[in-house]
């Protein structure tokens, strides 16, 4: 079982800055890649972004290249997102993932886990 805890999220203005952290902890073994979902009012959860646990390659929503940023830090196990001047189309739930690989008993399908999510509001 693997823990995420998401922190950062708050009520900013458009053109402001936010960075959100995700810690992760348990059975953190296998952990291939993390990510940041976000689920707007009415729309569907989309991928923000995503970084590779053992590469560190990273990839993109287009709504936010040039402005989000992934990192992450090993030793402490956590995954940030930098986000800069943001806007109010950026408001939503943001969701920290991470994903397992699979065995036999998933039928080789990844194992998804996820934090309980962070509020973003981007309104002047």
């Known amino acids: 079982q693997v823990q995420l805890v998401e922190s950062g999220g708050g009520l900013v203005q458009p053109g402001w800055s936010l960075r959100l952290s995700c810690a992760a902890s348990?059975?953190?073994?296998?952990?291939?890649?993390m990510g940041w979902y976000r689920q707007a009012p009415g729309k569907q959860r989309e991928l923000v972004a995503a970084?590779?646990?053992?590469?560190?390659?990273?990839n993109y929503a287009d709504s936010v290249k040039g402005r989000f940023t992934i990192s992450r830090d090993n030793a402490e196990n956590t995954v940030y997102l930098q986000m800069n001047s943001l806007k109010p189309e950026d408001t939503a739930v943001y969701y920290c993932?991470?994903?397992?690989?699979?065995?036999?008993?998933?039928?080789?399908?990844?194992?998804?886990?996820w934090g309980q999510g962070t509020q973003v509001t981007v309104s002047s």
């Open positions: 993932n991470a994903k397992k690989s699979g065995d036999r008993n998933s039928r080789y399908r990844p194992y998804d886990y």
């Open positions: 970084i590779s646990s053992g590469s560190g390659s990273t």
């Open positions: 348990g059975s953190i073994f296998n952990v291939y890649v």
